[in-house]
Nanobody, 125 residues
Framework: EVQLVESGGGLVQTGGSLRLSCAASGSNFNDYAFGWFRQAPGKDGEGVAGISNVDDTKLYADSVKGRFTISRDNAKNTVYLQMVSLKPEDTAVYYC??????????????????RGQGTQVTVSS
């Protein structure tokens, strides 16, 4: 099974940018579709972005389209989430997730089989 470790979270002002990284190990990176989801206190997990392992198809939640970009570097076994124009409502713990079956909708990414420990993103107003 794959192990996932996120990094890159932090505190940023409204309008700022962050890049999250997810380092994968323990299994063949190319066997997995990856995604990011976030969870704010008292709320359910929200799928944010996903990327295929087959054809590089990308999925985004409507709330982040045009602001977030997901990418993967197969040589480095790493998935990234570039976030720009951050808003206070983006504040949450962000989790990297992986599954051997690609989700057809970003809303399903919290159901992926594997997830990391999460990294906190806080956007101040």
């Amino acid at each position: 099974e794959v192990q996932l470790v996120e990094s890159g979270g932090g505190l940023v002002q409204t309008g700022g940018s962050l890049r999250l990284s997810c380092a994968a190990s323990g299994s063949n990176f190319n066997d997995y579709a990856f995604g990011w989801f976030r969870q704010a206190p008292g709320k359910d997990g929200e799928g944010v972005a996903g990327i295929s392992n087959v054809d590089d198809t990308k999925l985004y939640a409507d709330s982040v389209k045009g602001r977030f970009t997901i990418s993967r570097d197969n040589a480095k076994n790493t998935v990234y989430l570039q976030m720009v124009s951050l808003k206070p409502e983006d504040t949450a713990v962000y989790y990297c997730a992986a599954d051997e079956i690609e989700a057809p909708d970003a809303r399903l990414i919290p159901k992926y089989d594997f997830r990391g420990q999460g990294t906190q993103v806080t956007v101040s107003s």
